[in-house]
């Protein structure tokens, strides 16, 4: 019976550590397995509880309060400074979405694929989940596409990776490298995202769990643990796959793009290890990022301006939140379409969520700590590990944006 109730109550945390897998985060991790073999493997498992620790917040949150993030900081906070965080959440927000759509006409294009169907399936796909009203049927969607991620791993294990090498450089870190810190930097930027923080915490309370129930915060802390190892596990399936293939004939390869990793791995591992299963992998990381990405954004828009927002409500209902949902993917969408200026724009979508991570995690450590109950609340061990983690996310957030400009 327990078991039958965590698969019913599972899903906002699954769904925000698939998303958190997206296009540009596998990239990374595809970079730093070409550039310096299993060297950064032990940070994606030292990331595993970072991402765990900073989401069961939200958990915690949203099963106490019954509200979204949004909603907490305008209660807490006032009015400025949830629209400037509502503002800023909207603009990382499409911005990632461009990034998603680019992955997912990159997927494509190694098939001849052309980008307006790509894209245009993409879009379709998305605008097509808001007519199914009810959050539980997207998230049943969500899960479904994004667990085709695995290919990810499976073709890390079908490119065979030596596990004596992976012994000997898993302890070598070329800490003083300035290249090497770059990518640590970069690795620990793509692990938490601003948008899940508001996803999870929202996907709760539209999913109607409480704190009422004990066995909630217990299936919720599972699905958020199950969730982060899951998405750390496809993050090292990137990471060996290139490590053991491009990192071991041409480690200066240049990989900025997925049609620039795609074409490095197949000539080792063939086309279906190196093109279709990278593909599925790359477009079902887009596709889950987008879903995630549209209902944070719409959501936390909603939750700021205090108007109604929930999968549950017809448009009538919550006309602001099919508005958010909706003008963000068309807008993605037709950015990528039009193909102006988008590295330029990618860039500032980083800067931007690298500017504002150290603002979103502030105000969820903050309300926390203000609003939980003791039974509920953060340990002692908990703040200090915390505070850890927000100091030195905010500190590499800092060097990132100063490398952008270096």
Request: hydrophobic fraction near 55%; proline fraction near 3%; include cysteine.
């Amino acid at each position: 019976m327990r078991l039958l109730h965590f698969f019913v109550i599972a899903g906002p945390g699954c769904m925000a550590m698939l998303a958190d897998t997206d296009a540009g985060s596998i990239v990374t991790a595809a970079q730093s397995g070409a550039r310096w073999g299993y060297r950064l493997l032990w940070l994606q498992i030292l990331l595993i509880p970072v991402l765990y620790l900073v989401q069961e917040l939200t958990v915690r949150l949203g099963l106490y309060t019954g509200k979204g993030q949004g909603s907490l900081i305008l209660e807490n906070f006032g009015s400025n400074w949830a629209r400037l965080t509502g503002l800023v959440l909207f603009v990382s927000a499409i911005g990632a979405l461009i990034t998603e759509f680019v992955g997912i006409a990159a997927a494509g294009s190694l098939f001849h694929i052309s980008a307006v169907y790509s894209v245009g399936l993409g879009v379709l796909f998305l605008l097509g989940i808001v007519l199914s009203g009810s959050y539980r049927r997207v998230e049943r969607i969500g899960i479904a596409v994004g667990l085709f991620e695995i290919a990810l791993v499976i073709a890390a294990f079908m490119a065979h990776p030596d596990a004596r090498t992976i012994g000997e450089q898993f302890f070598s870190a070329p800490i003083r490298n300035h290249e090497y810190l770059n990518l640590v930097a970069a690795n620990v930027g793509a692990v938490i995202m601003p948008w899940m923080i508001f996803y999870q915490q929202s996907a709760i309370v539209d999913k109607g769990l409480c704190c009422s129930c004990t066995d909630n915060y217990s299936c919720c802390r599972w699905d958020t643990a199950v969730g982060s190892v899951f998405a750390q596990a496809v993050m090292a399936g990137a990471l060996i796959l290139t490590a053991a293939t491009i990192g071991k004939v041409n480690p200066d390869a240049p990989l900025g793009s997925v049609q620039q990793i795609a074409y490095a791995i197949t000539p080792l591992m063939g086309r279906f290890g190196g093109t279709i299963l990278f593909a599925v992998g790359i477009t079902s990381a887009a596709l889950i990022a987008s879903i995630v990405v549209s209902l944070a954004a719409a959501w936390g828009v909603s939750e700021m301006f205090g108007a109604a927002k929930s999968f549950n409500m017809g448009l009538k209902e919550a006309p602001g939140f099919y508005a958010a949902y909706t003008c963000g993917i068309i807008a993605a969408g037709v950015f990528v379409l039009r193909g102006s200026h988008l590295v330029g724009l990618t860039i500032l979508v980083e800067i931007v969520n690298t500017l504002m991570l150290p603002l979103v995690l502030g105000f969820l450590f903050l309300l926390a700590m203000r609003l939980l109950p003791l039974s509920m609340g953060v340990k002692r061990w908990e703040k200090a590990v915390l505070v850890a983690i927000y100091v030195t996310l905010s500190a590499l957030s800092i060097v990132t944006v100063v490398n952008m400009f270096t």
